[in-house]
Structure formats: C-alpha cells, structure tokens
T-cell receptor, first 112, second 116 residues
C-alpha cells in the first residue's frame, strides 16, 4: 500500500532482538496492526495498538507508536528461527469504509 | 478447525477461462473481506460484505470480477475471462462487527491463481 511504508528486508542473529519499522500517512488512523505471513500461508494477526496508546507489550512482542512522526515499530525479543517470515503493518483510518491498508511487508531472516 | 477456510489452495487456468473461489469464514463472523496479494506486495482490498450485503468494492475490482455471499455465510469470488495480470494470491478474511482491536481480521490461507 502506498500509504504505509516498510523497509523490505531485515536480518538478525538468533537470540538478538529484531525491530521492524513502519510509517503511515493517515493521522486519523484508529488502529494499527502487525501481521505475520509465512511462505504459502495467509496472514496471522500478531498484535495491534490503538491510536491513543504509545506502547503495548505482549510476551516477546513490543509495539511502539509515535503519532507525531506517524511511526510504528515492532520489536521481537529473543528472535528465533521460527520468527523468519514477512511482517506487515496495516492501518485502519478513521472514516475508512471498513478496510485495512497494508504496507509492502518486511522480510525478516533469522540467522543461526 | 474453526479458522477461515479457502478452496482451492491453488488454481492454474488458461487465459480467457472463468474461475471461482470459495471462502468459508469463521462461523459467527458477520463481515467477510476479499483481498488480493501479488508477489512482494501487501494485500490490497477488493470488496467486503456485512452479512449478505456487499457494502464496498475497490476500483481494483473490474467488471470481470464478481463476489457473492448469498446467505451471509460462505462467499464466492468469480473472475471471468481471466488475464495474466489476474495471477495473484486471493485472500479471504472475516471479522466480527466493526474492524477494531477486539474484532481484527482473521485471514485464510488464500487461493493462489496462476493464469497461463
């Protein structure tokens, strides 16, 4: 989606933290989501954050939201090889006719 | 399995043929969405249903595409006179009520279409 931007690739070593970044353009976005897609599969919802929050933690996942800069990040602690996948951020703008707008995805590769 | 189910998983067809895909949403979900995903891109919205009513269609949905959800349960997406540019993964998703933190979209595994 042209309104949501992500870097294409990220490589980390197993056990390190991964940080995947996303910028969005619609300041009215109410919810922001992170999805994970493994090869040949659909999208799995990982976590989400409401626009009135700055941070949300869910086990190994931490989402940070900077509304001023329209920047969203997903931090994965203690990254494992099973975390290798494509990660999509998505926004749900206020007033949107019931659709999510996705970024192009970040391919995370976890090296042993 | 109570997730979103799509059939078939893969479809190879010759240009000009018609194809139909099926999606069975999570049973209590009243909203059903179709997205298209091409290689290296995120999913792009095509259309969505609230129960049996089709409430929005993207400009991506040309007149060769038609979607139905006749009884408010499963949905079909038909593509007529397929073109090579239709080759993509077609994803179905469902949700309960309004999209939001407590009603996120749940996706199926998709139907991969290849038009030769």
């Amino acid at each position: 989606g042209e309104d949501v931007e992500q870097s294409l690739f990220l490589s980390v070593r197993e056990g390190d933290s991964s940080v995947i970044n996303c910028t969005y353009t619609d300041s009215s976005s109410t919810y922001l989501y992170w999805y994970k897609q493994e090869p040949g599969a659909g999208l799995q919802l990982l976590t989400y954050i409401f626009s009135n929050m700055d941070m949300k933690q869910d086990q190994r996942l931490t989402v940070l939201l900077n509304k001023k800069d329209k920047h969203l990040s997903l931090r994965i602690a203690d990254t494992q090889t099973g975390d290798s996948a494509i990660y999509f951020c998505a926004e749900y703008p206020r007033g949107s006719a019931r659709q999510l707008t996705f970024g192009s995805g970040t391919q995370l590769t976890v090296l042993p | 399995d109570t997730g979103v189910s799509q059939d078939p998983r893969h479809k190879i067809t010759k240009r000009g043929q018609n194809v139909t895909f099926r999606c069975d949403p999570i049973s209590e979900h009243n909203r059903l969405y179709w997205y298209r995903q091409t290689l290296g891109q995120g999913p792009e919205f095509l259309t969505y249903f609230q129960n049996e009513a089709q409430l929005e269609k993207s400009r991506l949905l040309s007149d060769r595409f038609s979607a139905e959800r006749p009884k408010g349960s499963f949905s079909t997406l038909e593509i007529q006179r397929t073109e090579q540019g239709d080759s993509a993964m077609y994803l179905c998703a469902s949700s309960l009520g309004t999209v939001g933190g407590d009603s996120p979209l749940h996706f199926g595994n998709g139907t991969r279409l290849t038009v030769t």
